[in-house]
């Protein structure tokens, strides 16, 4: 079958015809035939074998492709929750459900968790065999194609979740309008936030944020000038979804006193705080957010899509054969939101 492998620890990936199909799906497993898989800002890095790329600790050789959605196929020994024909999208970040944080109900972040398409065969493939604890069911409203944007948006409403706070009438920043960064502004704007900027150096990009609502403008390093754009005397919370190094501090200093910063975006090295000015004097409060709540972040986007309140469509702009994904990737470094791959096309 068709698949873009990672085979070396060094830059580049490899699409190959001839990988072989996953067999009969074992114990507790279930087989899927993927229908749409999208590409992901960290699959270039991972591509690339950038330090955030490396960071992830990949176990290679493996099939790239963590966001997707497909039909089930086949079903292995003991699988009571799928049956042939089901529509599921996929989680990627693949839980034991054993371990304490498990059992604490923070399967994302699983001591023994791997994920899918780093650690484990991915979805930029004809066919792929995944734990049935790793799938979600869709309902039947949702097209498969959209479906494979509810592991990426999935990331932003676990991020605003994650804050705790309700985004009512609040002021919104958000520094990085790749997919994650624009799905968290078209949530927060869902979520009744009072105004949304978003900052990011690509015009497309900026463009295309203005379309679905946001203020859109270029990084700046004049220190107070992005502050400004909040329209009172600072952001009330800030997501950082670009993980380029001079987003944090840019944000940071955006923020208002008592207001809140979320890391969501990976960088390349680690980031310096001056914890004495800003979460001290300021009292800034700093949270991170990483992949998805098992299942009530899932429940709760599947909401929003089924009742119409959010268009995933409107964030797909290519879709592209697997044998273009050099192309993929180099979209999704320019003019593009989500970059769909689809095995079943030429
Ligand atoms: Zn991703
Ligand atoms: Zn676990």
């Known amino acids: 079958m068709k698949a873009i492998r990672k085979l070396r620890h060094e830059s580049g990936t490899d699409f190959v015809t001839d990988a072989p199909e996953p067999g009969r799906p074992g114990v507790g497993q279930i087989k899927v035939r993927v229908a749409a898989a999208s590409v ?16 992830f600790k990949l176990d290679l050789p493996v099939t790239m ?34 371990c304490y944080q498990c059992g604490m109900g923070n399967a994302h972040i699983c001591e023994r968790m791997r994920l899918l398409g780093l650690h484990v065969d991915g979805l930029f493939a004809e066919f792929c065999t995944v734990p049935a604890r790793a799938a979600y069911k869709l309902p039947d409203s949702i097209p498969l194609e959209h479906a494979a944007l509810l592991e990426p948006s999935g990331v932003a409403l676990h991020a605003i979740q994650a804050t705790g706070e309700p985004l009512l009438g609040q002021r919104v920043l958000v520094t990085g309008a790749g997919p994650v960064g624009l799905f968290i502004a078209e949530l927060a704007m869902l979520a009744g936030a009072a105004r949304v900027v978003v900052v990011e150096p690509n ?99 599947v909401s929003l899509v089924e009742e119409g309140r959010l268009d995933l469509a409107a964030f797909i702009t290519h879709r592209l054969p697997l044998s273009e994904f050099d192309q993929a990737l180099w979209l999704l470094s320019g003019d593009a939101c989500k970059v769909l791959l689809i095995p079943s096309a030429d």
Do not use: K
């Open 40 to 55: 992901c800002g960290s699959d270039v890095s991972v591509a690339r074998y950038t330090p955030a790329g490396q960071s």
């Open 65 to 98: 492709g963590h966001e997707g959605a497909g039909i089930v196929v086949d079903v292995g020994e003991g699988v009571t929750t799928f049956t042939i024909g089901d529509h599921v999208a996929l989680e990627s970040h693949i839980a034991c459900f054993e």
């Open 203 to 301: 015009e497309w990009r900026r463009e295309f944020a203005e379309s679905r609502g946001a203020v859109a403008v270029p990084p700046t390093s004049e220190a107070g000038r992005l502050r400004a754009h909040s329209g009172r005397s600072g952001f009330d919370v800030a997501f950082e979804a670009s993980g380029h190094p001079s987003s944090f501090p840019a944000a940071v200093e955006a923020i208002r006193g008592g207001g809140t910063y979320v890391s969501v975006g990976f960088g390349d090295a680690p980031l310096v705080i001056d914890a004495g000015e800003y979460l001290n004097r300021r009292g800034i409060r700093m949270i991170g957010s990483f992949g998805r709540l098992l299942w009530s972040t899932w429940n709760t986007l």
